[in-house]
């Protein structure tokens, strides 16, 4: 049940994990990042989306900007403590915890995402993929989503829409292009140790093909 | 990035530019020469005094540990502490902490081995810590202030003078050590996690938890900083600590950072911006210093190179165009894979400014471009040929005489870029520059180079293609570029009616003429009208000026424009410099060049 959605936008930051304190994107767009946007148009728990592959239909350029970035993170027991007590106040002030920090983002994007999806276990008996696909189709077609699909961070929105086209995209440059090893997903099989997975990323003619990453066990 | 930066470390290995897996260089100045049994027999000086009278000889020696407040020792070479348990405090009890942590250390690494230099090194910190027999020899040795001098720096064992650190045997020990303390170290005390994919090689390998500091960037710590560090919470991930969130092995983290703090200490490989607000390293697949060599000097054209520019100028236009290159030892091919790294320094993290990855060749194309986009004429007195970025970036700010005044930091990166990689001229270049001329009513080359970069490389109509050129255009009829022109010409007007004039029309109405001419230069026709009636005893110059103005008046028409916007002010400005540049000429008779020769004649022909 393959579907093809267009994406767009003026900046996108796919982080590098290993450059995270001061943001640095990969290159093109990952499929984690890929299937985030998906989810953001539609999900249920009895599906599963799966990449296939993402044309890179635009250059790749890098600008540089500075963000305000708050440092912590709230936990959960802060939450609930203040619900149980209301006087209780462990909220996070972003004006006092504010950082500066580099990032180093990509400009002017543009993707086709290729995607199919499996249908998982938690499917109830009145789910198929039809009624899947043709609601995604719909919600997509609308322009509806659950909450704003983005790029990478929240603060760089992702214009979408079905790619309407009879041929396929085309990507941006002819020839092969090696980008080394990219995230692939994290592997949520563990949910006391959720390991990333990393992927040699090539682009082919500006295409980036997905289905079968070499994901080292 | 983080691959490229391996794949050089096992390239600088293997030209024994960088140390090997497990070993760092160290400042060692003492050798401390041990018996079969471990007693002290003799000490060493190492190396030269160094301006403030320290002995200085870097030794590679068995990777030293990161000690933040922790006891952590280190194989075979150490300061005094560890080796002798004496301190500056002499024989305190923490020294004595630290030299039962190296003995341990030792006890551990050779616990195995009947070798004979392996016991005797044993046998040295089973013993009691012989701090009174060192201190007796150095004193006798290289007098009183020596010991003192001697505490906290770093010792290595020797048998007959020969440092340990060189023996085949031990260095075996250590290596089986190191890389089997991989999973000790990976797990940092906490509960220990399994192999995780490493993010550089796609193996399954042991994470390190830390990464080396990286040292030599200026501005940033001098102790080290880190490139890939992870602290605060919000940029961990999925309850990763530290740099499990970028898994990599010991090894390959030990590699990269390794080949930073190589390149970092190597002038070839390196170069300063604006005073440390930008390092930027460069280097080649080859890892040969000859190609980043070329490529500093001809991306930033400063002065202080050794080579002309004109060699400079032809190095890089064969390489962009294809063609290897012999320069000095090295051949130099514009194939080669080639790296440029931009570093910002952050106190303790460093962030990452740019990275290009590009044959050698193309890279060099792009400077080129850089050239032909700034290339514009330039007064007599200016024998270069291209303009430096150091220069370029002097027009961004306020000059004061003896004093150099440092450019924006992002200024500053982002022209690096757009040399290196080609790409527009920033805006806020653009912007710095305007802002100085209106505060100094003056163009000069490197002003008037900016403005036709910029607008050559983002096409707007307000200063078109017709005006962007490396001389005059005289048959331009763009009207900013002609009240440019205009003005010049009034300017040149005044000074021969005025000859010595003190206050002229440009510090006086520059600024306006060019953002509202409609508003300058009814007045600036009538003071030349005036002018004009000053030159009666010269009527060949006077004429000459008439039909000037004439000429020019005829292109911008009836009436003058009420406002010209940013770009229109940049074709003006144009304008202005060539027309300047002109009358400069006119007074240069002498100059060689034929072209100006034949300026001086048709100038000499009006008058």
Known sequence: MPVKLEVWGDYALFTRPEMKAERVSYDVMTPSAARGILEAIFWHPGMRWCIDSITVMNPIRFTNVRRNEVKSVISGRNIRDMMENPAKDSAIYTSQDIQQRASMVLRDVRYVIEAHFEMTKNQSPEDNPAKFLSMFNRRAEKGQYYHHPYFGTREFPVNFQLWSGEVSPIGFEEGERDLGYMLYDMDFSDATNIKPLFFRAKLNSGVLDTTAPEVFA | ?607
Request: glycine share 6%.
């Open chain 2, 1 to 607: 990035m983080i691959e490229a930066l391996i794949r050089l470390y096992e390239q600088l290995v293997k030209q024994g530019k960088a140390p090997k897996y497990g070993y760092g260089q160290e400042n060692v100045p003492f050798g401390l020469d041990i018996d079969a049994q471990g007693r002290v027999s003799d000490v060493h000086q190492f190396g030269e005094t160094t301006k403030n009278g320290k002995y200085r000889y870097m030794l590679e020696v068995p990777a030293h540990a990161i000690r933040t407040a922790g006891v952590k020792a280190n194989f075979l070479c150490d300061n005094s502490a560890y080796m002798f348990a004496v301190d500056t405090d002499g024989a305190s009890a923490k020294a004595r902490k630290r030299f039962d942590a190296a003995a341990q250390l030792h006890e551990e690494i050779l616990k195995t081995s009947d070798d004979l230099d392996a016991r005797a090194v044993a046998n040295f910190f089973a013993a009691e810590p012989q701090g009174s027999q060192i201190e007796q020899l150095i004193t006798e040795k290289f007098g009183d202030t020596a010991w003192k001098n001697a505490l906290s720096a770093n010792f290595v064992l020797c048998i007959d003078g020969k440092p340990l650190s060189t023996s085949s045997v031990l260095q075996e020990l250590w290596d089986t050590y190191f890389s089997g303390n991989d999973s000790i170290d990976a797990s940092g005390g906490k509960k220990a996690p399994d192999t995780m994919q490493s993010i550089v090689s796609g193996r399954q390998v042991l994470p390190a938890a830390t990464h080396p500091n990286i040292r030599g960037v200026q501005g940033a710590q001098s102790s080290g900083a880190a490139l890939i560090s992870f602290n605060a919470p919000a940029y961990l991930s999925y309850g990763k600590e530290q740099d499990l969130n970028a898994p990599m092995s010991k090894y390959e983290a030990f590699a990269y950072t390794t080949a930073l703090n190589t390149l970092l200490k190597d002038e070839q490989y390196r170069r300063v911006i604006n005073k440390g607000s930008l390092t930027i390293l460069c280097w080649s697949e080859s890892a040969e210093p000859e190609y980043p060599r070329v490529m500093f000097t001809a991306s930033t054209m400063s002065s202080d190179a050794d080579v002309s520019q004109e060699k400079v100028i032809s190095i890089v236009k064969a390489l962009s165009q294809g063609h290897p290159v012999d320069y000095e030892d090295a051949k130099l091919k514009p194939t080669e894979p080639f790296y440029v790294l931009g570093l910002a320094p952050n106190a303790a993290r460093l962030s990452v400014s740019f990275f290009y990855k590009d044959t050698f060749g193309h890279l060099l194309s792009n400077v080129n471009q850089h050239y032909e986009d700034t290339a514009i004429e330039r007064p007599g007195f200016d024998k270069h040929e291209v303009v430096s970025v150091r220069s370029l970036l002097q027009q961004t700010v306020v000059q004061r005489p003896g004093k150099y005044v440092e450019a924006l930091d992002k200024v500053a990166a982002d022209l690096m870029q757009s040399i290196l990689a080609g790409k527009r001229y920033s805006a806020s270049l653009l912007d710095k520059v305007e802002i100085r001329i209106r505060a100094e009513h003056e163009i000069n080359r490197a002003k008037a180079a900016i403005i036709k970069a910029f607008y050559l490389r983002s096409p707007n109509s307000g200063c078109p293609k017709e005006v962007l050129q490396m001389t005059i255009n005289k048959d331009s009829t763009n009207i900013p570029y002609s009240m440019g022109r205009l003005f010049a010409v009034y300017e040149g007007l005044q000074s021969a009616a005025n000859p010595g004039i003190n206050t002229t029309i440009r510090d006086r109405y520059f600024t306006n003429a060019c953002r509202m001419p409609a508003v300058v230069f009814p007045l600036l026709v009538d003071l030349g009208t005036k002018h004009l009636g000053k030159l009666k005893t010269k009527p060949g110059l006077a004429t000459y000026y008439n039909q000037q103005i004439a000429d020019l008046m005829s292109r911008i028409g009836e009436q003058f424009p009420s406002r010209l916007t940013l770009a229109e002010q940049g074709s003006f400005q144009l304008g202005y410099y060539f027309q300047t540049q002109e009358r400069y000429k006119k007074t240069n008779k002498d100059n060689a060049a034929t072209d100006q020769m034949v300026a001086a004649e048709e100038g000499a022909n009006n008058e």
